[in-house]
């Protein structure tokens, strides 16, 4: 049995977006959910990180995805960067509610060190559909991508931003 080589086509992009902490998450999420939806986007995991006043650890974490597309994910991931993460990755002093195809308790963990007691972050990460047709109808037509940027609105005010690597 020939074992097919997963997809690269998926265009990902990771946000994280610090939260005050009266911030109400939920237009956001419903938003994204409508981009979901719309097939402008495919959510892949929205996990929301808090710190708590005692200094501990919650999360909650959800996906748009089946089961077998968060499996596809993550083996073009690990194939394409080496990605390492097992579905089961536990961390003691993460509490977490739901379940995330690409951020881990480690991952969260790393996020929540960036917060104050009763702050929290926004983990967003998206495949952008139209990215992906777009990459498909190069390449269907013998061009290739040489090169891809994405400026984001604090870069263009220049307010602060710019290109990292997660």
Same mark, same amino acid.
């Given at each position: 049995?020939?074992?097919?080589k997963?997809? *690269?086509d998926?265009?990902?992009?990771?946000l994280? /977006?610090?939260?005050?902490?009266?911030?109400?998450?939920?237009?956001?999420?419903?938003?994204?959910? *409508?981009?979901?939806?719309?097939?402008?986007?495919?959510?892949?995991?929205?996990?929301?990180?808090?710190?708590?006043?005692?200094?501990? /650890? #919650?999360?909650?974490a #959800?996906?748009?995805?089946?089961?077998s597309? *968060?499996?596809?994910?993550?083996?073009?991931?690990?194939?394409?960067? =080496?990605?390492q993460?097992?579905?089961k990755?536990?961390?003691s002093?993460?509490?977490?509610? =739901?379940?995330?195809?690409?951020?881990?308790?480690?991952?969260?963990?790393?996020?929540?060190?960036?917060?104050?007691?009763?702050?929290?972050a926004?983990?967003?990460?998206?495949?952008?559909?139209? *990215?992906?047709?777009? =990459?498909?109808? /190069?390449?269907s037509?013998?061009?290739?991508?040489?090169?891809?940027?994405?400026?984001?609105?604090e870069?263009?005010s220049?307010?602060? =931003?710019?290109?990292?690597?997660?």
């Amino acid at each position: 049995m020939t074992r097919r080589k997963p997809s *690269a086509d998926a265009t990902i992009e990771v946000l994280l /977006i610090g939260l005050d902490p009266r911030a109400q998450s939920k237009r956001l999420i419903d938003e994204l959910t *409508a981009l979901h939806q719309r097939k402008v986007l495919k959510v892949v995991d929205i996990v929301v990180v808090r710190r708590e006043p005692d200094r501990s /650890i #919650r999360a909650s974490a #959800r996906t748009e995805l089946s089961a077998s597309e *968060a499996k596809r994910l993550r083996s073009v991931m690990k194939s394409a960067v =080496g990605f390492q993460r097992e579905p089961k990755q536990q961390v003691s002093a993460v509490r977490l509610e =739901g379940a995330s195809v690409l951020i881990g308790a480690l991952d969260m963990s790393s996020i929540a060190d960036m917060l104050d007691p009763r702050e929290g972050a926004l983990v967003v990460v998206v495949e952008h559909r139209w *990215a992906s047709r777009l =990459g498909k109808l /190069i390449r269907s037509r013998g061009m290739r991508l040489m090169e891809d940027y994405m400026l984001t609105p604090e870069i263009l005010s220049g307010s602060g =931003g710019g290109i990292s690597a997660w």
